[in-house]
């Protein structure tokens, strides 16, 4: 009786993750996480105050589907002071979260048999929301070093593309796509006339003084052709806030506000008050967990990359690493034989007690996924850890 669209979708990886090692906490085992892609830190304090005061002032009805005016104003500023792109409030629209934005925009682009062209490694969620729009999401591999393969999109490129859906700075590489292949995608869409779905929910997190370039800012042409994907969950820490947004020609965000309007109403009043909050607010709370990150990338990557059998190359962005583990292929200890991610996750999570998420889920495989979105102390416990495990392995 379940329809096949639904059947046609696979559960998420990371949230499967997520359910086991919940399963082995309640169980008492002290399990490391690192599998987790939300950031550790709580949600700054001057963000919660507005939603406390919002709702004391009884902030608490529906709200124009697109959002408040209010926050459509603020992050239309953001977007012309960080992004240097223009968009008017009437040009963004508030939803759910990043990944409902994201569902909104493929159901606003795409009709049946519509090509998605999405480079991987990719997030988990890209291919699945396609999928749940009857689209077809064709995948094509990033360069070696994870950066975007403009020539692989180009061979792939067909009559039925309707869009590219890129993600920088990426999960779960942590690559930061440059100005140069930016400009080069962004030629390849005008020529072809196709969509550009940039997800930047990452962009505040970019290390090494590089720049986050949107795709949107490098001219009018390439402008229309986006649709740009941001949200609160990962820069402000408000992950369990709900709220994303979504900037596009008026004509997608037309029909994008009809799509909403059905199917969510608003988002939560007292949400979009943090949200404004949060973006016209103080900015320090998100300058030392900027720091902070950087601090643990560092060093997460220093230590797994003197581990055996391990490479890691380096991460511009975003907060995950993505270190090679196939040079432990072949490898046994007390009955198990590391043969791919999925058994090194498992080795790893039962010898241990370390959890991370196996490459394969992001179209990775030889690859895990390191989140280090938790404390110096328990990244410290868990390279110690991890590194015994391995020791027994060799
Ligand atoms: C690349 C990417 N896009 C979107 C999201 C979802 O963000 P939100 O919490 O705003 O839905 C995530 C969350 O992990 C993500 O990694």
Redesign the pocket.
């Known amino acids: 009786m379940i329809s096949k669209r639904v059947q046609r979708i696979q559960p998420s990886k990371t949230v499967e993750m997520t359910s086991r090692v919940a399963e082995l906490q309640r169980q008492g085992r002290e399990v490391l996480r690192f599998n987790v892609?939300?950031p550790d830190f709580a949600t700054p304090e001057h963000i919660c105050l507005a939603a406390e005061e919002a709702m004391r002032q009884g902030f608490t009805k529906y709200t124009p589907v697109m959002g408040i005016l209010e926050l459509r104003e603020a992050i239309s500023r953001k977007m012309e002071e960080e992004n240097h792109v223009s968009y008017l409030p009437d040009e963004i629209t508030i939803g759910a979260?990043?990944?409902?934005c994201?569902l909104a925009a493929l159901l606003a682009i795409c009709d049946p048999g519509d090509e998605v062209i999405i480079p991987y490694p990719c997030?988990v969620?890209y291919p699945e929301l396609v999928k749940l729009t009857d689209g077809e999401p064709v995948m094509v591999p990033s360069k070696a070093d994870f950066t975007l393969d403009v020539s692989a999109v180009k061979e792939v490129v067909t009559k039925r593309t309707k869009a590219v859906m890129i993600?920088t700075p990426n999960?779960p590489t942590g690559a930061v796509y440059d100005r140069k292949s930016l400009e080069e995608l962004a030629a390849l869409a005008v020529e072809h006339d196709f969509y550009i779905i940039s997800?930047e929910?990452?962009e505040k997190f970019v290390y090494g003084g590089n720049p986050h370039v949107s795709i949107s800012s490098l001219s009018d042409g390439i402008k229309e052709r986006t649709i740009l994907i941001n949200?609160?969950?990962?820069s402000y820490a408000m992950?369990g806030w709900?709220i994303?947004y979504l900037a596009a020609s008026k004509e997608v965000i037309r029909a994008v506000n009809v799509l909403q309007g059905q199917m969510l109403s608003c988002v939560h009043s007292l949400s979009q008050k943090a949200a404004v909050a949060a973006l016209t607010g103080t900015q320090e709370p998100l300058q030392s967990m900027i720091r902070e990150f950087e601090k643990r990338r560092d060093y997460m990557r220093r230590r797994l990359s003197r581990m055996p059998g391990i490479s890691c190359r380096e991460s511009m962005g975003a907060f995950y690493l993505l270190p090679d583990i196939s040079g432990c292929y072949g490898k046994s200890y007390r009955g198990i034989t590391i043969e791919d991610d999925m058994r090194f996750t498992e080795y790893l999570l039962e010898e241990a007690m370390v959890a991370a998420v196996p490459g394969s889920a992001f179209f990775a495989p030889g690859h895990l996924r390191f989140s280090y979105s938790n404390s110096m102390e328990q990244i410290e416990e868990g390279m110690d850890r991890m590194e015994q495990a391995l020791n027994k392995l060799f």
């Open positions: 892609g939300e979260g990043a990944k409902q994201i997030w969620s993600n999960n997800d929910v990452y949200g609160m969950s990962k992950t709900r994303g």
